[in-house]
């Protein structure tokens, strides 16, 4: 008799068994936090019902079955994994039939629970297609707490629906030899199955349903009783399973063993036997157009390093740069994910070289976060410094789809997952949970997929407690691999060459299966180990299609050239956008300041310039007939270039100048300060003129107007001498204005040589005046 906990009182539940009661008590205790987790999750092939979408199961074209549960009660825990493996083995069935779950230990669910008459729990209830809202659904007492049992129920309350059945749900009863000699004639179908068996057998009703969601093939159960047939095709062995075309053209069914499992797979993988609504692809689809890339031909059986390396290029390259910084648990799970590269990758000298020269730089980072940019220049330099070099691109082989977006990189990090978990144990590790929880935590932070790493996660809750030897992590992985296939078959995502199988088939590891007394398929653990150590084995990983060493190294170094030659680029870019709003307002600043101090120059000049400096007065140069000079231009006087007069007329005096905000570019005085020295030189040589003109104006007028013509020659070749735009940077600052080497360079220059020059007309004018004393003097 079926156990069950109580939802009534606690008196009840003391008249149970003293061990459920104690169960029962405890983990009551512990409802209130436990209540809303819930005993089964996305993961599962089980749909979760709440008081919102409890409707779902009425009005359906398929029958539900229903548990009731509470988080709290320890059966209802218990029974759970055989839930999930019955909706797990029944996936094939659900055009006609689905499973589902209910948490009444969840408050919002309560009304829902009490309103079908739920009292304790677990209650499995029978919902058939099509049932109305007002139908509390047929409960199912004193059931069966197996799989097995459990879907031999299922097929009993198919088998007893009342009308309307569930349309997709095929018949089951035994078919007659009137019918299969007129099959043909009307059904269209390529293939039919007949798998004979006793009356109380289950097997060909299972496989009718296990084919329900395949086109091209019809499979029927025919009884041993059904002599015609059963002489006919020669039968002898029950159960078995025999491809039938015409009474004369019928063939037995080759399978390992004469089980459902067998038989579904067998057939499942007959030609142009295909999903519902999902065509076949012929053969030649594997040959790709010119513009993608060409099919690899290569061994099913065998694991390739190109799938690797090329999973290590798009985790490293391409997964991780979504992330532009890496901090806390992100950063730990990159630490220990390349850590487990770094020991167990049983890759080439030069890929384990780049994997231990960049695991070193993370250890080596003391800061709680790091920037992408830099670790992906951690790995690309190890090229340039001869540590080693991680091929770039992808080039995919064994994991290759028939379509761009089959297959590829899941089924590659899959693949390296297998490889390190076998590697890790053929090495001896003494922490079986070392790889799992690598993988764990980098599949939680950085899987671009972010419901495959949800669900990835929600799987590996109970590693812990299931990983205890490195032999069980290589099992654990592989149970959860073939879990996952089981609830992607199907998906838009299945690659149909490559279909989602329960692995290794049966031709590929015959030991791996096995058979239990009642006829359940089971995996033999020890083969299954057996066969995986073997299959992922460094030793028999194929090296074909890899990419040269040599051509991988080059290939590299030209790209770390480009990346550097668009990153220069990219900056110089920035710094002119930078640079361009800066230097115009700089240029507009100068020029207003530059005109205020024009207008202080001219009135200064004005005041206190001498005569004969030729700008005191201003001479007009005539203009053409009928044009007038502007009154805001200055005329310069004849003989003199167009900017003389201007910069002749400014003051040029440093204190004149208006202090300025020190800024960040250079400013450009070098042509005020030549100008004021310049204009200071020519006063000095003025002045002496004058001086000179005065003491010798009574005794030679010609030699004085030739030494005026002299000086002035001088002038004007002095301003007339081009001085170049110095680039230097800021040397020394007074009065907040800023100078360059140039300019004291060219002040201390122009010292000199007006100090030479007035040296030499001292001179000059004192040898000429000694001269013409001693003329005098003759008698």
């Known amino acids: 008799m079926a156990r069950r906990c109580s939802a009534t009182s606690l008196p009840q539940l003391s008249r149970l068994k003293g061990r459920y009661v104690l169960v029962c008590a405890l983990l009551a205790a512990l409802w209130s936090s436990e209540a809303q987790a819930g005993l089964y999750s996305a993961v599962d092939q089980v ?25 709290w009660c320890g059966h209802c825990s218990a029974f759970a994994p055989v ?131 395949y086109e ?62 999902r065509p076949y692809p012929a053969i030649n689809d594997l040959q790709r157009n010119q513009t993608e890339e060409p099919w690899r031909e290569f061994n099913r059986t065998r694991v390739y390093m190109s799938d690797l390396e090329s999973a290590l290029h798009y985790s490293l390259r391409v997964e991780l740069s979504a992330h532009s910084t890496i901090s806390g648990d992100a950063l730990t799970a990159l630490r220990h994910y390349v850590s487990v590269l770094t020991k167990y990758f049983p890759g080439r000298p030069a890929v384990k070289g780049a994997l231990k020269a960049v695991g070193n730089w993370l250890q080596d980072q003391k800061e709680t976060q790091i920037s992408y940019s830099d670790f992906r220049t951690a790995l690309d330099s190890t090229v340039l410094s001869g540590e080693g070099v991680l091929p770039a691109g992808v080039r995919w082989v064994g994991c290759q789809g028939s379509r761009p977006q089959f297959r590829g990189y899941p089924c590659a990090v899959w693949t390296l997952f297998h490889v390190l978990t076998v590697e890790a144990n053929a090495s001896g590790s003494t922490d079986p949970l070392e790889i799992l929880q690598a ?39 592989w149970s959860r691999h073939n879990r996952v296939n089981s609830r992607l078959a199907g998906e838009p995502s299945e690659d149909p060459h490559f279909p989602k ?28 180990i057996a066969f995986l150590r073997n299959y992922f084995s460094s030793e028999r ?22 990346a550097q030659q668009q990153k220069d680029t990219t900056r110089r870019k920035a ?21 205020e101090e024009d207008e202080a120059a001219a009135v200064a000049t004005e005041e206190e310039e001498p005569e004969g400096m030729g700008g005191a007065t201003e001479a007009k140069e005539p203009h053409p007939a009928g044009e007038e000079p502007s009154p805001l231009v200055q005329t310069p006087p004849p003989g003199r ?58 005794r030679r007028p010609d030699s004085v107007r030739r030494m005026k013509r002299e000086l002035f020659d001088q002038q004007e070749a002095l301003l007339m001498e081009p001085y170049p735009h110095p680039q230097g940077k800021r040397w020394m600052s007074l009065l907040s204005v800023g100078f360059s080497r140039l300019d004291v360079s060219l002040c201390v220059l122009f010292y000199l040589l007006s100090t030479l020059c007035l040296t030499a007309m001292y001179l000059y004018f004192k040898l000429k005046w000694r001269l013409r004393r001693a003329k005098v003097a003759l008698p």
């Not at 109970?462 to 205890?468: E, I, L, P």
């Not at 329960?502 to 299954?528: F, R």
Request: charge should be negative; include cysteine; glycine fraction near 4%.
């Open 575 to 595: 710094r002119e956008t930078q640079e361009t709003p800066s230097t115009q307002l700089g240029q507009e600043e100068e020029e207003e300041e530059e005109e």
């Open 83 to 213: 839930w999930k493996n019955l909706a797990s083995d029944v996936s094939e069935w659900k055009p006609a039939v689905d499973m589902a779950a209910l948490d009444c230990a969840d408050e919002n669910n309560r009304r829902v629970c009490t309103g079908f008459g739920i009292t304790g729990y677990p209650s499995i209830k029978f919902f058939p297609a099509y049932s109305g809202e007002d139908f509390t659904g047929e409960s199912l007492r004193e059931f069966p707490r197996d799989v097995r049992g459990l879907r031999r129920l299922i097929i009993d309350k198919l088998e007893s629906h009342k009308e309307p059945s569930p349309p997709a749900c095929p018949p089951l009863e035994p078919a007659s030899a009137a019918e299969i000699d007129g099959f043909f004639e009307n059904n269209n179908v390529q293939h039919l199955a007949l798998v004979f068996e006793e009356n109380n057998s289950y097997v060909g009703r299972e496989v009718i349903l296990d084919l329900l969601q």
């Open 541 to 562: 990983i194929l090296p074909d299609y890899l990419q040269e060493e040599s051509e991988a190294v080059a290939q590299q170094k030209a790209l770390l050239t480009a």
């Open 501 to 528: 199988i329960q692995w290794p088939p049966p031709e590929l590891c015959p030991k791996c299966h096995g058979l239990m007394l009642g006829g359940e398929h089971t995996w033999n653990k020890d083969e299954v």
């Open 439 to 477: 993988m764990r935590e980098y599949v939680s932070s950085f899987f671009g997929c972010r419901p495959c790493a949800s669900h990835f996660a929600s799987m590996a809750q109970d590693v812990s407690d299931d990983v205890t030897t490195p032999s069980t992590a290589v099992w654990w992985l």
């Open 47 to 71: 749909l979760v019902l709440d008081a919102d979408s409890v409707s779902r199961i009425f009005n359906a074209s398929s029958a539900f079955m229903v548990e009731f549960y509470a988080t």
């Open 216 to 277: 091209n093939i019809t499979v029927r159960r025919v009884l041993s009783s059904e002599k015609d047939l059963v002489s006919r095709l020669g039968v002898t062995d029950f159960p078995s399973c025999y491809l039938y075309y015409t009474p004369t053209n019928y063939s037995r069914l080759p399978v390992l063993s004469e089980a459902r499992a067998f038989y579904s797979y067998a057939l499942q993988r007959l030609p142009s036997v295909v999903r519902a609504g």
């Open 641 to 698: 270039p167009p900017w003389a007069r201007r910069r002749i007329s400014r003051r040029p005096a440093i204190v004149g100048l208006k202090l300025r905000q020190t800024q960040e570019d250079i400013v450009d005085l070098d042509l005020f300060v030549n100008q004021h020295y310049k204009a200071k030189a020519l006063r000095a040589l003025s002045a002496m003129a004058e001086q000179q003109q005065e003491d010798a104006e009574e």
